[in-house]
């Protein structure tokens, strides 16, 4: 045949005796042969090196989990009279909570991607046009879902705007930090490395790390190279305190608001306002600068709100009022997705105080006080008639009220005057609370046990 490579075509020769082409000796072929055989033998033995040596390492890498702890929020307990009146008490708070790839705008192309492949099988990816209709459908089921959460919880589009800018700026700036101090540190480790090899070796330790980084890095592997942040991979709140009708619309149509959940939490109340205000004191949050003995160990002090009491009845029995928060333990992969969520601990509500007070006698006794210091301005005008004394009568600035049971010592009534509303430690705008603080007479201070 004349395409073999020793066809006696190439031992013709121009008239001139020259050779028209040489032909090839053997050698070259075994050389080539060799070569052949010496690359493959490395690439097999590499690849056995990897299969046999570095696949716990990768795999340890890929099934990587960080552990997690969330608190469960507890009731504290409630403060009552002998005659069941409630004058302290948790109700319950609802917050309405989005999942934070939900909210991207725009959206994660990871996320997608990973939600995609979730949905379809692998049969199914191969299919170019069905990947794009599920990724059209995942992006529609987003965008139907902000519409109808804009419709349960009555939010308008400017609020909720504001609200998905805000969150997302912030876990903007914790993912970039994170990431920029992950490249600093790898910088200076490659420089640490180096540092004492010589420059030859320098540069093909440099070529070598390209090569390999270019034979093993998958095509889109950079959208994961960066490190994902918990608060990528966690709920953020849209709505505080929302109304319970709202949180009950939300469990009922779970299925048309799938990254969203709500949260049950609680905030203390105080039903009577005013009545006893200084005997049943108030209870607010743990401020940043106080120390918290009961945060449980493990959790950071940003993810529990914890109370306590300020004075009164909420002060001196704060260790029985407590309740005891419990624990879920999460476990979440290298992406910060949750892959077990188990309830190691249970909350413990408080236990309730009861008190002699006696509600019916400690509203009466503190309107006769109001009416004495002059604060009830419906009694001002019916006093100022009925005085026959032309003489201007003094104004006391405070007085005090103590009726107790001489059989048993129970204290019935023990009210104090001017008195204040309890409702300022609950939510209370800027001007009620100068209101009360302007006051010469000192509202706070109990004329019963401290004057």
């Known amino acids: 045949m004349r395409n073999q490579p020793l066809n006696s075509i190439f031992h013709e020769r121009d008239p001139a005796g020259v050779s028209l082409i040489d032909p090839p000796t053997a050698l070259r072929f075994y050389l080539l042969l060799i070569a052949f055989c010496t690359v493959s033998v490395v690439v097999l033995g590499r690849i056995a090196w990897v299969q046999s040596q570095l696949q716990d390492r990768y795999l340890t890498a890929l099934n990587t989990t960080s552990t997690d702890y969330e608190v469960i929020p507890a009731r504290d307990g409630r403060i009552l009279s002998e005659s069941s009146a409630v004058l302290a008490t948790d109700v319950d708070q609802y917050s309405v909570q989005m999942?934070?790839?939900?909210?991207?705008?725009?959206?994660?192309?990871?996320?997608?991607?990973?939600?995609?492949?979730?949905?379809?099988?692998?049969?199914?990816?191969?299919?170019?046009?069905?990947?794009?209709?599920?990724?059209?459908?995942?992006?529609?089921?987003?965008?139907?879902?902000?519409?109808?959460?804009?419709?349960?919880?009555?939010?308008s589009l400017p609020d909720f705007l504001e609200k998905q800018q805000a969150i997302q700026k912030k876990v903007t700036r914790i993912a970039d930090s994170v990431n920029r101090r992950r490249r600093v540190g790898s910088a200076e480790?490659?420089?640490?490395?180096?540092a004492t090899n010589t420059p030859s070796e320098g540069l093909l330790m440099r070529m070598a790390s390209a090569v390999r980084s270019a034979l093993t890095t998958p095509p889109g592997a950079g959208i994961a190279a960066t490190i994902a942040v918990r608060e990528e991979e966690t709920y953020h709140e849209i709505a505080h305190d929302a109304p319970f009708s709202v949180a009950a619309r939300i469990h009922e149509q779970s299925h048309l608001l799938p990254?969203?959940?709500?949260?049950?939490?609680?905030?203390?109340?105080?039903?009577?306002?005013?009545?006893?205000?200084?005997?049943?004191?108030?209870?607010?949050?743990?401020?940043?600068?106080?120390?918290?003995?009961?945060?449980?160990?493990?959790?950071?002090?940003?993810?529990?709100?914890?109370?306590?009491?300020?004075?009164?009845?909420?002060?001196?029995?704060?260790?029985?009022?407590?309740?005891?928060?419990?624990?879920?333990?999460?476990?979440?992969?290298?992406?910060?997705e949750i892959?077990?969520?188990?309830?190691?601990?249970?909350?413990?509500?408080?236990?309730?105080?009861?008190?002699?007070?006696?509600?019916?006698?400690?509203?009466?006794?503190e309107q006769l006080l109001a009416e004495t210091l002059l604060d009830a301005p419906e009694n001002l005008l019916s006093r100022q008639e009925n005085d026959d004394s032309s003489v201007p009568q003094p104004v006391p600035t405070g007085g005090s009220i103590v009726v107790m049971d001489v059989a048993?010592?129970?204290?019935?009534?023990?009210?104090?005057?001017?008195?204040?509303?309890?409702?300022?430690?609950?939510?209370?705008?800027?001007?009620?609370?100068?209101?009360?603080?302007?006051?010469?007479?000192h509202p706070f201070i109990s004329r019963v046990i401290a004057m």
């Open 99 to 155: 999942h934070y790839r939900w909210l991207q705008d725009p959206v994660d192309e990871a996320w997608i991607a990973r939600s995609v492949r979730n949905r379809l099988s692998r049969e199914e990816r191969s299919d170019a046009d069905l990947v794009e209709r599920t990724r059209a459908e995942v992006i529609a089921v987003r965008n139907r879902m902000w519409s109808h959460l804009l419709t349960v919880t009555k939010l």
């Open 189 to 194: 480790s490659d420089i640490d490395g180096t």
């Open 259 to 336: 990254g969203v959940r709500v949260v049950v939490g609680n905030r203390r109340t105080y039903p009577l306002n005013a009545t006893a205000s200084h005997i049943v004191g108030a209870r607010t949050v743990v401020r940043d600068d106080e120390p918290n003995t009961r945060l449980p160990p493990g959790i950071p002090r940003h993810d529990w709100t914890a109370r306590t009491g300020r004075f009164g009845v909420e002060r001196s029995y704060d260790h029985q009022l407590q309740g005891i928060p419990g624990l879920r333990h999460l476990v979440r992969n290298r992406r910060m």
């Open 339 to 365: 892959v077990e969520s188990k309830v190691e601990r249970q909350p413990i509500s408080g236990r309730d105080v009861v008190l002699t007070l006696d509600v019916d006698l400690q509203r009466h006794a």
């Open 408 to 441: 048993s010592g129970r204290l019935l009534v023990a009210a104090s005057a001017p008195g204040f509303n309890l409702s300022l430690y609950t939510g209370s705008s800027a001007a009620e609370w100068n209101a009360v603080t302007a006051d010469r007479r």
